[in-house]
C-alpha cells in the first residue's frame, strides 16, 4: 500500500508580486517570497539586492508600490511597525535599539500599553526568566544592559519580540557582531523557537552560516528573486554565490607560502582611551613582518578600532610606541606615517576614508597630488590626476559614470574601491586593512581579497582587522585575538576553537593548560 505524502507546512506569509521604487532606483521588482510555520527560510543577496527593503515592507516600516500580502491567509497592509507586531511580526535590526542605563526587564516593557501607572517589576523579572529559560537564553532579568555582552543584547531583541507575542521574526545580519560560540547559542535559540511553530527570516551574507541553519532560501539579484523557496539541503556555496552576483566566485584563493622578511610594524607596550577617554587599549604587543598578513580577530569593541587610529596617528596614544620600519612615529602627524608607506583602509568609509563631495580623481591622488607628475612644487597638473584616474577606475574596475562623479554617489563596493585604489597605488611598506569587505557582496569580496594577497606577495606588512572569522584564517598568516583591548594569545593554524575562545576572554596559557575548559 503506497504511504501518503507528507503534507508540507502551512504557509502563514505569501507576499506576491511586492514591487517597490526608490528615486531612480527600482529596489523590489516583482518579488514572490513565502514563509511556512516552524521554518528558517534565508534571505539572501548582494548589496542593494532589495532584501533589507523587502523585510521593511513586511515589517511595516515602508509600504509596497503594488502587490498583495497575506498573513495566515488573510490580506493585510501595515502602516507601522506596530500594526505589523500586532498581527505576529516582529524585525529584529542588525544595529540594537536597547536604553544601556536600564535593566533587561524595563526594556523589554518599554512602549506596551500596560503597565501603565503600576510596575511591579519583580514580578515582570520572573516572567522573563520564565520566558528566556524555556527558548535557551541565559539573561538575568535585573542586569543592566551596559553590564551585558552583545550576544546577551541580541537575546534581550528576541525576548522583547517573543514577549509581544511574535510568531514571525525577521533578522537582519544577526550574527554580524557574535563570536563563534555566540552564533552556536543563537542557533540553538532558533531551533528551539521553530520547535514551538515559530517562523524565522534570516537575512544574512555568511553563506557558510546560511546552509548551516536555514531550511530554504531565497535568493534576490537587483530586485527581481533568482532562486525563490529553494530547498537548503543540497545546495552549495558555490551555487548561491552564482544565484547571488550572476558569475562563479572563487572562495578558496591560492595563497603562495609565507616568507617574512624584516619587522614593518613593531607596537611596544601600547596603551590608548577610546572616544569616551575609557582605557581602550592596554598593554597591546604587535609584530608584522615583510611578506605577511597578521589577522586580529576580536569581537567589534574591543579596541580594534583605536589599535588602527594609534598607528595610523589618527589618535594619540597614553604609553608606548608605534615603530614602523624600525622609525618611532607615536603621536605623530598622519603625514609622517604615510611617508613612512603606511596605507590606511579605514571602517568608517564616508567620513574618514574619502570626502564625500570631491570627484573620484580629488579622492585617488589625496596620497600623489605633491609627487611627479602630478604635483611639482607649487604646480598641480589636472590632466596627469585626470590620467591618473582613469587608469586606476579601469584598474580597480570602480563604476562611476565618470571620474569627475562625486563619491558620495557610489555603491558601498565602489567606494571601498576608491579606497583601495587609493591607498593600494602608493605601494606600501604597511596596509592597516579595517574592516576591508564589511557590507560587500560575494564577488566583491573575491576581488578584495585577490588584492590583499597580491600586496602581501609584493612584501607589504598587513594588519587585517574584521570581524570575519573565515575571512581572517583564509587569508592571514598568523592571528591573533584582542579582547577588552588585550592581545590574548595568537594562532597561526586556525583553530577555530580556540580563536573563540580567547574572543569570549580565555588566555592562550589558560585554554592551552587546561584551566579553562573546551564546550
Not at 493585510?76 to 542605563?101: K, T
Not at 583602509?345 to 607628475?373: C, F, Q, W
Not at 585575538?481 to 577555530?496: F, K, L, R, T
Request: charged share 25%; glycine share 10%.
Amino acid at each position: 500500500m503506497e504511504q501518503p505524502k507528507p503534507t508540507e507546512p502551512e504557509v502563514i506569509v505569501s507576499m506576491r508580486g511586492i514591487t517597490k521604487r526608490f528615486p531612480g532606483v527600482l529596489a523590489n521588482d516583482h518579488v514572490d517570497f513565502d514563509l511556512r510555520m516552524g521554518e528558517i527560510h534565508a534571505l539572501l543577496g548582494e548589496n542593494g539586492a532589495g532584501k533589507s527593503t523587502l523585510m521593511n515592507i513586511l515589517a511595516g516600516l515602508y509600504r509596497p508600490d503594488a502587490g498583495t500580502i497575506l498573513v495566515n491567509g488573510r490580506p493585510v497592509s501595515f502602516a507601522s511597525p506596530r500594526e505589523a507586531i500586532n498581527a505576529g511580526i516582529g524585525m529584529i535590526h542588525q544595529h540594537f535599539m536597547l536604553v544601556p542605563s536600564m535593566t533587561v526587564t524595563e526594556n523589554i516593557l518599554i512602549g506596551l500599553e500596560k503597565p501603565r501607572f503600576r510596575l511591579n517589576l519583580s514580578a515582570y523579572d520572573r516572567e522573563i526568566q520564565a520566558l528566556s529559560e524555556r527558548f535557551g537564553m541565559r539573561v538575568d532579568p535585573r542586569a543592566h544592559v551596559w553590564q551585558l555582552s552583545v550576544g546577551e543584547q541580541q537575546r534581550i531583541e528576541i525576548l522583547k519580540m517573543l514577549y509581544r507575542g511574535a510568531g514571525i521574526l525577521i533578522m537582519d545580519e544577526p550574527t554580524a557582531v557574535l563570536a563563534p560560540s555566540e552564533v552556536d547559542e543563537l542557533f540553538h535559540t532558533l531551533r528551539a523557537m521553530t520547535a514551538e511553530g515559530k517562523s524565522i527570516i534570516f537575512i544574512s551574507h555568511k553563506l557558510h552560516e546560511v546552509m548551516q541553519i536555514s531550511d530554504r532560501v531565497t535568493v534576490l539579484r537587483r530586485g527581481k528573486v533568482t532562486a525563490g523557496g529553494r530547498s537548503a539541503e543540497g545546495i552549495t556555496r558555490e551555487e548561491l554565490a552564482r544565484l547571488m552576483v550572476g558569475r562563479e566566485v572563487i572562495f578558496n584563493l591560492q595563497k603562495k607560502p609565507c616568507q617574512p622578511g624584516n619587522v614593518v610594524l613593531k607596537v611596544e607596550d601600547l596603551w590608548a582611551d577610546n572616544d569616551k577617554l575609557l582605557p581602550a587599549l592596554r598593554g597591546v604587543n604587535l609584530e608584522i613582518r615583510q611578506g605577511e598578513i597578521l589577522g586580529l580577530a576580536g569581537v567589534a569593541g574591543n579596541g580594534q578600532r583605536e589599535l588602527a587610529d594609534v598607528i595610523t596617528g589618527l589618535r594619540k596614544a597614553r604609553k608606548g610606541r608605534v615603530l614602523v620600519g624600525g622609525e618611532d612615529i607615536t603621536n605623530q602627524a598622519v603625514s609622517k606615517g604615510i611617508r613612512r608607506g603606511v596605507s590606511h583602509i579605514p571602517e568608517d568609509r564616508t567620513h574618514v576614508g574619502t570626502a564625500p563631495n570631491l570627484s573620484v580623481t580629488d579622492n585617488v591622488v589625496m596620497k600623489a597630488y605633491n609627487r611627479a607628475p602630478i604635483g611639482r612644487g607649487w604646480l598641480f597638473n589636472a590632466l596627469a590626476a585626470s590620467n591618473y584616474a582613469e587608469e586606476l577606475r579601469k584598474s580597480y574596475d570602480i563604476v562611476a559614470p565618470n571620474i569627475e562623479t562625486p563619491v558620495r554617489l557610489l555603491s558601498g563596493g565602489n567606494l571601498q574601491r576608491v579606497i583601495l585604489a587609493r591607498e593600494i597605488s602608493s605601494a606600501p611598506a604597511l596596509m592597516i586593512a579595517m574592516q576591508p569587505t564589511r557590507g560587500l557582496d560575494v564577488g566583491a569580496i573575491e576581488g578584495v581579497h585577490r588584492l590583499l594577497l597580491a600586496q602581501r606577495d609584493a612584501g607589504a606588512a598587513i594588519l587585517l582587522i574584521s570581524e570575519e572569522l573565515e575571512e581572517l584564517i583564509a587569508l592571514s598568516d598568523r592571528v591573533a585575538v584582542i579582547y577588552e583591548g588585550q592581545i590574548m594569545g595568537e594562532v597561526n593554524d586556525g583553530n577555530v576553537d580556540e580563536i573563540g575562545l580567547m574572543m569570549t576572554g580565555s588566555r592562550q596559557e589558560q585554554i592551552r593548560s587546561a584551566e579553562v575548559p573546551h564546550g
